[in-house]
């Protein structure tokens, strides 16, 4: 039963109008016989990219001197906050398809970036951070085609990029440090890297934390934290970084003794720095497989979101960037409960992105996933059917319908049965 490819486009409008006035003034939209987590069933007005009114089913009408409100059946949906993914590869994402050497050519990687967003946001995250490479072969060539990936898709889902050089010290380092200075000047929001990978693991971190503190950008560094000692340092340099450091995978933190683990735990909490983990698997930019230890870090007071890593790429030819699905492994094999699970991609990923607060209340911003399900372990175990909100206008649809042949065993147990009368 597989979920269909998701076609961004206003949603249909009963009334006839466009849906639409165009991605910076979405027009009024109802969200009609949602269901909560707290199991109410409401109706949802936005508008001007925010939620407007939230009431009881058939209670809100489209507002004064307003006409042509686009109308949407959310009866037989969870609505939710909207997902983010904090922890993409745009430059690299859907090239284990392909034999030989990945292309970096601006229009493959412009390409790929934005197929890979779209079928994100498809899943339901709204806001992606992508991490890219510079220097090297690439040049800023592959950071420019991911902007121009971001520029087409304005309207759809924010995409924001990381600038990750490979080295940062030494002779080596020179040129990278210019390019990361140059990647900022050209449209990267967040400077990161590997530190791992840099003969001066320290010296890498300082370097990233200097040009971060003369830019003002937020820091996002790929690292096992395999390394106590030396994650006790970038916890002492990052310490007080406005506006914020995050590192990740740290899957090296799963394999520190306990103690060792805790003392780093707690050291990262104190710094304020958050941990992107990635339960769908690794990236081109870290070792390891293994998420970190989520729970020991949340009961430190460390934020933790989750991410995607890589997708259809060398690291993982099978990733699928469905936050979701990160959310249903943090809950199936890490031991969170659902609702932590779902914060990890959708608070605290918003949180790491700089995003504001959304909640499905008066005054929030209008990012909202609904999910066929009525609660929310469920919607993780089988999140087939979704319908994406992005600034106050639909902008994804996913249906999927299960059918059955006849039985009358179904048919005496009164089991539920879902028709294609049924789906959005």
């Known amino acids: 039963m597989p979920d269909s490819q998701p076609q961004p486009q206003p949603p249909s409008n009963s009334s006839g109008s466009s849906g639409s006035s165009g991605p910076c003034e979405p027009a009024a939209l109802l969200l009609c016989g949602a269901r909560l987590t707290d199991g109410r069933t409401v109706d949802v007005r936005l508008s001007g990219g925010r939620i407007e009114a939230v009431g009881t089913t058939g209670s809100l009408a489209p507002g004064p001197a307003r006409t042509g409100v686009t109308r949407v059946d959310l009866n037989g949906y969870l609505l939710l906050p909207a997902p983010a993914e904090p922890h993409a590869h745009g430059d690299t994402a859907l090239s284990a398809e392909r034999s030989g050497p990945v292309s970096y050519t601006p229009e493959d990687v412009q390409r790929r970036a934005t197929e890979a967003a ?18 090297d072969v690439q040049g800023l060539g592959a950071l420019g085609a991911v902007l121009q990936a971001r520029r087409s898709l304005r309207g759809l889902a924010e995409l924001t990029t990381v600038a990750m050089p490979r080295l940062l010290t030494g002779v080596a380092g020179a040129e990278g440090l210019a390019m990361l200075r140059d990647a900022v000047k050209m449209g990267a929001s967040v400077v990161g890297g590997c530190p791992d990978l840099d003969p001066d693991p320290t010296g890498y971190v300082e370097a990233v934390l200097e040009v971060a503190s003369e830019q003002g950008c937020p820091v ?80 430190a007071g460390v934020r ?44 605290s990923a918003r949180a790491v992105l700089g995003l504001p607060e959304v909640r499905v ?22 999140a087939y059917s979704r319908i994406v909100v992005h600034r106050g206008r639909v902008v994804a649809r996913t249906s999927a319908v299960r059918e059955y042949c006849n039985s009358a065993a179904a048919a005496e147990l009164g089991l539920p049965r879902q028709g294609r009368g049924e789906v959005s």
């Open 220 to 299: 996002d560094l790929h690292t096992d934290a395999a390394d106590p000692a030396r994650l006790s340092r970038l916890a002492a340099m990052a310490g007080g970084l406005r506006p914020g450091v995050a590192i990740g995978p740290c899957a090296g933190l799963a394999r520190l003794p306990a103690d060792a683990a805790a003392r780093a735990a707690d050291q990262l909490a104190a710094a304020g720095v958050a941990v992107v983990c990635l339960p769908q698997g690794g990236c081109a930019g870290a070792d390891g497989r293994d998420p970190a230890p989520v729970r020991l870090l949340r009961a």
């Open 304 to 347: 933790v979101a989750a991410g995607s890593g890589a997708m259809r790429d060398v690291s993982n030819p099978v990733g699928r960037g469905d936050p979701l699905e990160a959310a249903y492994l943090l809950a199936s094999a890490h031991g969170l409960r659902p609702e932590d699970a779902y914060d990890a991609v959708c608070a």
């Open 361 to 382: 209340e008066a005054g929030f911003p209008a990012e909202l996933l609904a999910v066929r399900g009525d609660h929310l372990a469920g919607a993780l175990s089988l």
């Open 118 to 135: 779209l079928l994100q946001l498809g899943h339901g995250a709204t806001a992606l951070r992508a991490h890219v490479r510079v220097g």
